[in-house]
C-alpha cells in the first residue's frame, strides 16, 4: 500500500474560504507532484517539487500555492476558493529517476473538494 | 500538450475474457507506463516498458510498444469483476530540466460484468 497520505479526503467549503489540502509521505521521495483531474478526464499537472525549498508550476495554469519545507511534506493552499476549483487533487511522489528517467509515480488517493 | 491518448474510451466485457487498451502519442518518449484508477481513488503503478523494449509481463498484464508507431497496448487476460477500474497510459519524456515529465492521457475505463 502507498506511504502517501491526503487530507482532507472530501472538502466542501463556501466560495472566498482559503484552504489547504495536505500532502504526506514517508518514503524519502525527492519528488513531489500535484495533479488535478476531473470525473473521467485525464491527469493535469499543476505543482511539482524536486526537493526542500524547490517549487515549479505544471502544465495546467493553477490559482493555488504549494511549499516544500519538508521533504515529506508538500502541501496546497488555495486563498479564496471559487466554484471552477472545484475537482480531484492527487498528490504524488516519486524517487529521483536520473538519467534512467524511471520516474515511476506514487499516489495518494485524493481530495475531492467543491466548492459552492 | 496532450501526449497520450488511450483507446476505447470506454471498453465492456464479461469476466474471463480478455482486454486490450491502446494508447497513441506524439513525441520521443524515454518510457511508457500504466496506471490504474479505481473510482474516486488515486492511481497505482501497473508496468513501466522503456523505449528500447518492445513488449513487457507482469502475471496478467501484457505491454506492447511500438516507437515507430508511437503506440502502446495494454492487455489483461482472463479479466476479473476486480479489475473493473480505469485505466491511464503515461508518457515519459525529457523535460529540460535535467529530469523528466510525465504526461497522462485521459483512461480507458474498464467494466468487467460478472
Known amino acids: 500500500e502507498a506511504d502517501i497520505y491526503q487530507t482532507p479526503r472530501y472538502l466542501v467549503i463556501g466560495t472566498g474560504k482559503k484552504i489547504t489540502l495536505e500532502c504526506s509521505q514517508t518514503m524519502g521521495h525527492d519528488k513531489m507532484y500535484w495533479y488535478q483531474q476531473d470525473p473521467g478526464m485525464e491527469l493535469h499537472l499543476i505543482h511539482y517539487s524536486y526537493g526542500v525549498n524547490s517549487t515549479e508550476k505544471g502544465d495546467l495554469s493553477s490559482e493555488s500555492t504549494v511549499s516544500r519545507i519538508r521533504t515529506e511534506h508538500f502541501p496546497l493552499t488555495l486563498e479564496s476558493a471559487r466554484p471552477s476549483h472545484t475537482s480531484q487533487y492527487l498528490c504524488?511522489?516519486?524517487?529521483?529517476?536520473?538519467?534512467?528517467?524511471?520516474?515511476?509515480?506514487?499516489f495518494g488517493a485524493g481530495s475531492r473538494l467543491t466548492v459552492l | 500538450s496532450q501526449q497520450g491518448e488511450e483507446d476505447p474510451q470506454a471498453l465492456s466485457i464479461q469476466e474471463g475474457e480478455n482486454a486490450t487498451m491502446n494508447c497513441s502519442y506524439k513525441?520521443?518518449?524515454?518510457?511508457l507506463q500504466w496506471y490504474r484508477q479505481n473510482s474516486g481513488r488515486g492511481l497505482v503503478h501497473l508496468i513501466l516498458?522503456?523505449?528500447?523494449?518492445r513488449e513487457k509481463h507482469s502475471g496478467r498484464l501484457r505491454v506492447t510498444l511500438d516507437t515507430s508507431k508511437k503506440s502502446s497496448s495494454l492487455l489483461i487476460t482472463a479479466s476479473r469483476a476486480a479489475d473493473t477500474a480505469s485505466y491511464f497510459c503515461a508518457t515519459a519524456a525529457f523535460s529540460g530540466a535535467g529530469s523528466y515529465q510525465l504526461t497522462f492521457g485521459k483512461g480507458t475505463k474498464l467494466s468487467v460484468i460478472p
Open positions: 504524488a511522489s516519486s524517487r529521483g529517476g536520473g538519467a534512467s528517467g524511471a520516474n515511476v509515480l506514487t
Open positions: 513525441t520521443s518518449i524515454n518510457n
Open positions: 516498458i522503456r523505449s528500447n523494449e
